[in-house]
């Protein structure tokens, strides 16, 4: 069963302020309002854009119609960096596993460790429940790099995307049979 979007943005921005006392970072996060739709559908569609050209697979009304299928405002938290809003993170709590849907940033704040420190947060957050960390990342995309740094671990792959699964410690990899995608979100 998936958590409140309510309790999953209170224990997101505690994640983050502590954080930002700990790594010097300056960000802030705050709870996505009707308006961001358009600032986060364009960055997606920027990133799909520039990974999925490469390999022949974009198509801009597919994404769009993707985005807005999982798009959910009260799971999605707004990055801002001295008031500039400069992202956006998408984390779906279900009752097995946290599910980094989305995590974007504006070019000229990716590599500063913003994105680091949210997955590490999360990473943290799995730890505590016994949970693990899934995500998706589009074919070509620099951020697979930080993901296998951080420990997260192939589980398969689509046309567009890998899917990838970062396990609590102490816990084993799954029978294939127990492999398992990530699947559109059911609301909220």
Do not use: C
Not at 31 to 39: H, L, V, W
Not at 42 to 61: F, Q, S, V
Not at 127 to 137: I, K
């Amino acid at each position: 069963m998936a958590r409140s979007g309510v309790e999953i943005r209170a224990r997101a921005g505690a994640a983050a302020t502590a954080m930002n006392d700990q790594t010097g970072s300056s960000f802030r996060l705050r709870p996505a309002e009707q308006g961001d739709y358009s600032f986060a559908l364009g960055l997606y569609l920027e990133g799909a854009k520039e990974h999925l050209t490469k390999i022949g697979r974009w198509d801009e009304d597919r994404f769009v119609a993707l985005f807005r299928e999982g798009y959910k405002q009260g799971r999605t938290q707004i990055i801002s960096v001295d008031g500039r809003v400069v992202g956006f993170i998408q984390v779906v709590d279900f009752a097995d596993r946290l599910y980094l849907r989305q995590i974007h940033l504006v070019d000229g704040f990716r590599g500063r460790g913003i994105g680091s420190t949210l997955i590490g947060a999360e990473l943290k957050r799995g730890a505590e429940t016994g949970r693990p960390v899934t995500l998706d990342v589009m074919h070509g995309n620099a951020a697979r790099r930080l993901y296998v740094k951080l420990g997260f671990e192939s589980t398969g792959k689509d046309p567009d995307k890998e899917q990838m699964i970062w396990r609590t410690p102490g816990h084993s990899k799954p029978r294939a049979s127990q492999k398992r995608r990530s699947a559109p979100d059911d609301g909220n």
